[in-house]
């Protein structure tokens, strides 16, 4: 895997084959709530193996016979894997399919009950990953020494390379649509967080250079580890620097658009520079009237562990909030080369 972002921990101590079966990536969804158990919204746990998410809202809609805008979702998870995660059907007065006879290659719907509304975008707590490696070359010593300094550490919680789609076509669409061009409302959804995630992930790269991407610095803004709340700027002591050694509170970067920073001093003059860098995607970002908003510089996976099946058969597990990516953690501990040349990287969505 060809990275340009800098690693934070130093080189991988290890490299490996990634995906050489679906079920060498296993990510399951946590919803963080129970379904109401009524409501006019069928509530369902699938699991799906090589099959976009969306994909499968649209198999699901035709098989209720309404609209694909009736199914909603959390979050997109993987294709090439084995994944879990909940959809909703919006019934109305239609009576319920026969989902254990759903015909759907690929899928499986493991249970379903009733909901009182729609699943939105962004609605669950997070996922978790179990991700096997194989032909793993690297010492075990320097693996686990790695595994514990994730741990204790964590990570730059960068936009892994998924949202940028095939050779960065993503970021070329936002220019493209910057640039005046008309663009359907997923693909124009899809532009804007990619020209957002590259200023974000060029504003940690650069703190990430400099060893301050967990640590504050004069005119950082914080988030809170559990609200996600945002605080500051306020000036680093003590105080700070222990709630941040604790992963009590987090350094933030910008998602950029119109509006002033809310980040000031060193920070705020980091930020600009990056921006002026990419000038074309600022600017167009704030034409687009996005509002300047905040992302944590740093992700800390949960109970992160390596177990090895075999000589060269690594499996790391651990569960991330939402909006993070695997690969993120992933490139820390290992290198890693696709076992499918179409195999994208994959996101906790």
Not at 74 to 84: C, I, M, Y
Not at 191 to 207: D, E, G, K, P, T
Request: proline content about 5%.
């Amino acid at each position: 895997m060809s990275d340009p972002l800098p690693r934070a921990l130093g080189g991988a101590p290890a490299r490996g084959l990634l995906r050489v079966r679906a079920e060498d990536f296993r990510v399951d969804e946590i919803a963080g709530f129970e379904p109401s158990g009524h409501g006019e919204h069928a509530f369902l746990l699938v699991e799906k193996t090589g099959a976009n998410t969306d994909w499968v809202a649209r198999q699901l809609a035709r098989a209720a016979g309404v609209a694909p805008l009736a199914v909603g979702y959390a979050g997109l998870k993987d294709r090439h894997a084995v994944t879990r995660q909940a959809y909703t059907v919006h019934l109305g007065n239609r009576a319920e399919p026969d989902w254990s006879a759903l015909a759907i290659d690929g899928v499986r719907v493991v249970s379903a009950t009733r909901h009182a509304r729609k699943l939105k975008r962004g609605a669950h707590r997070g996922n978790r990953f179990r991700i096997r490696l194989r032909a793993v070359a690297g010492g075990r010593d320097g693996i686990a020494t790695r595994v514990a300094d994730v741990a204790t550490r964590g990570v730059p919680n960068y936009f892994g390379e998924q949202r940028f789609g095939r050779d960065a076509g993503n970021v070329e669409l936002a220019r493209r649509l910057f640039g005046g061009a008309r663009l359907p409302r997923e693909q124009r959804g899809i532009a804007l967080s990619a020209a957002r995630s590259q200023l974000f992930n060029a504003v940690l790269a650069r703190r990430v250079a400099d060893d301050s991407w967990d640590r504050a610095l004069d005119g950082d803004v914080y988030m809170l580890d559990g609200t996600h709340s945002i605080f500051g700027p306020e000036p680093p002591g003590a105080a700070l620097a222990e709630r941040l050694a604790r992963f009590d509170i987090h350094p933030t970067g910008p998602l950029w658009g119109e509006g002033a920073l809310r980040s000031e001093g060193a920070v705020a003059g980091l930020e600009r520079e990056v921006a002026a860098a990419y000038s074309d995607l600022a600017a167009g970002l704030e034409r687009e009237g996005l509002a300047q908003e905040r992302r944590a510089l740093r992700l800390r996976p949960h109970g992160l562990a390596a177990t090895w099946e075999a000589d060269d058969v690594l499996v790391l597990e651990f569960a991330l909030p939402a909006g993070a990516f695997a690969t993120t953690v992933l490139r820390e501990l290992c290198e890693w080369e696709p076992a499918r040349a179409d195999a994208p990287a994959a996101p906790a969505p």
